[in-house]
């Protein structure tokens, strides 16, 4: 059973996802926050699998909220995915840095909204290749200079190569043709630099690779 902490400001809106959500056999909302303080005082006393969390709040908005959950040692599990009206929001990729594993706009299909939380409890990242490209090309617009991280340091050159194609957006499957290798093979590529560079999901590799210099403006394919 999946053990869902559900976190909107609106009644209304949580009523109706819970609703949902406990509709399916495998997932169960075990508790409801209405702000981001309260949500992560139940983070910690619920231990969910996957928090939904709304961005926008009064008082401790989601972002907070979501930094407060994913720092907690306790916490380690717990996935995050950002609850948004718009597809690309102005927070979107500070919850990517701090360590969410993905986002879902509000108006999503129910069936995605049920295979979405599938995904993240499983410990997969809710970023399809598209809206990875799209979240890239948007922030490329923004003034940024890399930062060094020293941490490319551990990746074989086959591990940067493929880091680069994660955060090009590519898929394992495309990232198996592009460097000619089975899916299998691409797939445990992805994994082993995740832990080298203690990424939770493959959000966190999108960011490393962006925010590292790996991948530059102009070099996806948006």
């Known amino acids: 059973?999946?053990?869902?902490?559900?976190?909107d400001d609106q009644a209304?809106?949580?009523?109706?996802?819970?609703?949902?959500?406990?509709?399916?056999?495998?997932?169960?909302?075990?508790?409801?926050?209405?702000?981001?303080?309260?949500?992560?005082?139940l983070a910690r006393s619920e231990r969910p699998d996957v928090v939904l969390m709304d961005i926008r709040m009064p008082g401790t908005d989601g972002l907070a909220?979501?930094?407060?959950i994913l720092s907690d040692p306790a916490l380690t599990r717990t996935r995050v995915v950002i609850l948004t009206t718009f597809?690309?929001?102005?927070?979107?990729?500070?919850?990517?840095r701090?360590?969410?594993?993905?986002?879902?706009?509000?108006?999503?299909?129910?069936?995605?909204?049920?295979?979405g939380v599938r995904v993240v409890a499983r410990g997969d990242a809710l970023l399809s290749p598209n809206v990875t490209r799209r979240l890239i090309a948007d922030y490329a617009r923004r003034p940024h200079r890399p930062e060094p991280?020293?941490?490319?340091?551990?990746?074989?050159?086959?591990?940067?190569?493929?880091l680069a194609l994660v955060g090009e957006g590519l898929s394992n499957e495309e990232i198996a043709a592009r460097l000619?290798?089975?899916?299998?093979?691409?797939?445990?590529h992805v994994s082993r630099t995740m832990v080298k560079l203690r990424a939770r999901d493959r959000a966190q590799l999108v960011v490393v690779a962006y925010e590292s210099g790996l991948v530059r403006p102009g070099w996806t394919g948006c």
């Not at 909220?65 to 407060?68: K, L, S, V």
């Not at 991280?149 to 493929?162: A, C, I, K, S």
């Not at 000619?180 to 445990?188: E, G, I, M, N, R």
């Open 180 to 188: 000619v290798l089975s899916p299998a093979t691409a797939k445990t």
């Open 12 to 41: 209304l809106v949580r009523a109706g996802f819970r609703a949902l959500l406990d509709s399916a056999a495998d997932i169960s909302v075990v508790a409801e926050a209405e702000e981001g303080a309260q949500a992560a005082r």
């Open 65 to 68: 909220a979501a930094r407060r």
């Open 87 to 96: 597809d690309l929001d102005e927070y979107i990729f500070e919850a990517l």
């Open 98 to 115: 701090t360590g969410a594993s993905g986002f879902l706009v509000k108006d999503t299909e129910p069936e995605d909204l049920l295979q």
């Open 1 to 7: 059973m999946i053990r869902v902490l559900l976190t």
């Open 149 to 162: 991280d020293t941490r490319l340091n551990e990746l074989t050159g086959r591990e940067r190569e493929v």
